[in-house]
């Protein structure tokens, strides 16, 4: 058994799956300590981009320090002008007759263009001359706007901000290097992962879904192991009848698709009994199959050997046979079913959640509802919220592949012949 | 003096281990065998005699290399060969080889005959399929083989026949040398004397020019072969006819391996049963001396250091001891 | 002399014409008697399990179609309309004999949700589109993934260490988790394809090059992701089956008479196919549910979205129907493999000793 434990631990496959399994495992469970907020409080109203999100308002009531960054103001341009005013600029100077031939909407060339606007754009100008592609009011009102914006950024001109109403006002100054420290500001908030479609921070729901589904897969797959096990030992070592029987039953939950069943039976529950246990048990009840036909194509061939001959002569009972004489052979193949189990448990409740038939819950989030929010609320259709959706893929995959690595390294251990 | 038709010369073939040990499972090992004549290689399991068989092949895979050594069959020297050529003009031809368990020697989808027609092929004999049929079908005639069998799957035959086909199939190209490693192991009784019966008979016949005969069934050897050879731990222990070996042992290993055998043969059955204690030395690192002092009960402490070489004591009789003959069989009568 | 070996005319061979023999019949008989068990018992259950779930349909669909205004009497009336409609005022048996008379005529009865559609109005179309994707995705998958897993049992190199793990990740991928991503990255980004339905909406279904290639450019999203899923997985099992063939007796056997590598590659390729035949029967389960699921990311009209928005409403005569459909079609469909197997399988054919 240690000799066993040790070239399990030795073999890379399964120590690389097992790593990274073990990292997901104890994110989900050190991760609660750091984060304290509840996963399912909104924080906003639809995505948000992935970013750290400072309260102007508290920013404004923050001490403020003093900070000159060489290139402030230049920035400054680039953010208030974003790449579809600059063509816009291009183009009203090109429709003026100026030679634009050296500009574009780059930030080198941010500097020769503001040249060329300040030198050629005069609004009363383009009331005058209504110049091909902008003579409409609409489009001069967005000139102006452009040229309001350029002359805001101006590092000399301040800000005022005003509290209060009436006589208790107060006014306050903000100027351009004025910066605050953003630790010091009483409200901001980093989110790693944006938020999903109900403005849940997605990072701290992605963990904690990531728990739930692990938990999931962890029943259905224990069930479906104890339900494997059971009908193969008793398939194999009964036969007979029994056999058939129980093969039988087995084909049928073979050839009609799991997931087929799965949304009958999940359907024939009802409304109310969808919570996260259930789906485990129903998903740990479809899909015993295959771990009971493996236990039965080994308990078969077990089944004549010597050693259990020998303790049926000699009047064992048939608890104490199975216990001892063949359980301990299959104990390896009842390892590795367990893991493929949890693997494909996770995978059915991700693909139930996705139709809509997972649990049916407000409390939890799984990592199928993850997806099927994202799927409800156009994550990957109208909004390009790739935060929504790709982590839960990408933590889905992560989970199965470290399990079926496992299993891999597992399989070589035992089954030498498999090795490199 | 007859035609030596297969001569070894200190041949000597290493095992690559994984972690790139090398193993010397065949070492310095020289024979020779006269046309007609066969011969029995006995030993315990790992003692080399199944890697010589594959050895004397000619054609080696990883992890079984060549090291050196001459392999000459009927004058032809075929060690150190092109693979390929290896393949076209020896294989099957020259020298054949039947495995162990040869009940799962064919590809169990493929029927006996196309199967025999992707032997001939293989070895670029213009040959037509009739013409590799006519000539299948009178092999099996030959041999006491039901024709139909060319037409069955080798999972449709029981195990014997199977054994026997897999047989015919080796030697179809009437190869020189036959070498079976275990070819009765696992059949029952009856079986068993079919094979060996029809192995004598290609010998006989001449299908085949001479024989080698692996196997742990000592006793069995001696119904079989005209000479035995003992191999311990890579090397060649004792050679003599069958009857002195089985009756007249020279080596401490082979009078061993003859005493711990139940055998209901005349003239053994007032003998002894004793097991020999202990196991082979590990042929990674071998140990200096005699390979056979750890367990020989007449070793003295000079067997641990000088090796000794195999000696010919005239007649075809050969052992590897450092002690003289007659102080042997000495201690041999004091036992009986 | 000549031994006489069994000959029982185990080989019709010797007989006649057909290619089947005792044997053959033997496992075809028994193969088309579990198809029928299996087929009765899907169809009991598929009817069986939605009826047993709580809460009335009937209800439901009177509340949203009665006016506010009526009566106590008129209430009643519609209920027993409804109810009778849907055959719900017969017992279970009644109900039962309907549900197969429904099945054997293709009718199905009415949608719930949908009334007054019929249910095999909804679902009809989307059964071709379903086989039309599924069938060469699956099948093309599942070769190239044989292909591949070969492949790297062959050439045991580097190759293969690496390619390995990366397999087995893209098998690790959920079916929708693949779709959703080439959705985004082809259809959304790069708008190299479109992004849902069979074909250009507002189009009318004919023969015209318009309307096919139409259909080709919205194929290729559903069909590839589909794809790439089957890949990993038989790959991975291919691999395995090779290795384990490749060390088999009769390679060594084979080689030591003289026969080329590239022949015995042959065989032992053809060998380990034939249980990879058999685990597609067997997963062929699974992978239809992934594929349907992948075709509700793309919104393809078959059956996937037919069960999908039936699932949303609550929309049970679908549902049923739907599942029925999938359940026969995947029988089907294992049932063919099954028989196929028989033909390419030799030990089929003398495994069965009278």
Known sequence: MKNTLRNVFHSPRFLVGFIIFMVMVLTVLIYPWFVRRDPLVSLGKGFLEPGTYVSVYDANNTGTYRVELPEAAEKRLEATLPTEDRQTMIDYLKAMGVDVSGLDTSNEKMEDLLAAWNANYDEADAKKNKYEGFATQAKRNALRRIDNKIKGSNNDVAMSVVRGEGDDATVTTVEGSDYVKVNEVANSVTLPLGTDNFGRDTLTELVKATGVSLIIGLIAGTIATLLGLLVGLLAGYLGGIVDDILMFIANIFTVIPGFVLLILIYYSVGQEARGVTTCAIVIGVTSWVWTARSVRSQVISLRNRDHVNLSKLSGHSLFRIVTTDILPYIASYVVMAFILQVSSGILAEAQLSLLGLGPKTTDVPTLGLMMNWAKLFGAYTSSNAWWAYFPVILVIALTSFSLNLMNTGLDQVFNPTLRD | ?336 | MILPEAGHGRFSVERGHSTMTKGMRKYFKKKIFWFVITLIAAVILNFILPRLMPGDPVNAIVGKNISPNATQEQIQEQIAFYKHQFGLDKDLFGQFWDFIKNVFNGTFGVSYSQYPRTVADIIGGGIWWTIALQLPAILVGWLLGNLLGALAAYKRSFYDKALMPVSLFFSAIPAFGAAVILLVVFAVNLKWAPVNGAYTTGMIPSFSWNFISSVIAHYQLPFWSIVIISIGGQAVGMRSMSIYELNADYVKYARFLGIKDKKIVRYVFRNAMLPQVTGLAMSIGAMVGGALVAETIFSYPGLGMSMYNAITTSDYPVISATTLIITIMVLLASFLLDIIYAFIDPRVKAAQFD
């Open chain 2, 1 to 336: 003096m007859a035609k030596k038709i297969l001569e070894v010369h200190e041949l000597t073939t290493k095992y690559i281990t994984r972690q790139g040990e090398d193993v010397y499972s065949v070492d310095h090992v020289s024979l020779d065998i006269e046309e007609g004549k066969s011969l029995g290689i006995a030993g315990e399991s790992g003692c080399g005699k199944s890697t010589l068989a594959l050895s004397l092949m000619g054609y080696y895979f990883a992890p079984l290399h060549y090291t050196s050594g001459e392999i000459i069959i009927d004058g032809k020297n075929i060690s150190g060969m092109d693979p390929d050529v290896v393949r076209k003009t020896v294989l099957g031809t020259e020298v054949a080889y039947i495995p162990q368990a040869a009940m799962n020697a064919m590809n169990p989808t493929r029927k006996v005959g196309k199967f025999i027609e992707d032997v001939i092929f293989a070895h670029e004999l213009k040959m037509t399929k009739e013409e590799i049929r006519e000539m299948a079908e009178q092999r099996f005639a030959k041999l006491g083989l039901p024709v139909d069998a060319l037409d069955k799957y080798s999972v449709e035959l029981s195990g014997g026949m199977r054994q026997r086909v897999v047989i015919a199939i080796s030697t179809i190209l009437s190869p020189k040398v036959l070498i079976a490693d275990e070819p009765s192991s696992a059949l029952d009784v009856t079986s068993q004397k079919m094979v060996i019966k029809m192995m004598k008979d290609m010998l006989n016949t001449g299908m085949v020019k001479s024989m080698i005969f692996i196997t742990h069934e000592l006793p069995l050897l001696y119904n079989v072969t005209d000479d035995i050879m003992v191999m311990y731990a890579g090397q060649i222990v004792e050679r003599g006819t069958a009857h002195e070996m089985v009756f007249d042992p020279i080596h401490p290993y082979s009078r061993g391996l003859m005493r711990s055998i139940l055998v209901p043969e005349e003239g053994t059955r007032d003998v002894k049963l004793t097991a020999i204690p202990g196991t082979p030395p590990n042929l990674k690192h071998p140990p200096a001396g005699c390979r056979f002092a750890d367990r020989c009960r007449y070793a003295n402490p000079s067997c641990k250091v000088i090796t000794p070489p195999l000696l010919d004591i005239g007649g075809g009789r050969t052992y590897r001891c450092s002690l003289p003959v007659e102080q042997l069989k000495e201690v041999y009568a004091s036992e009986d």
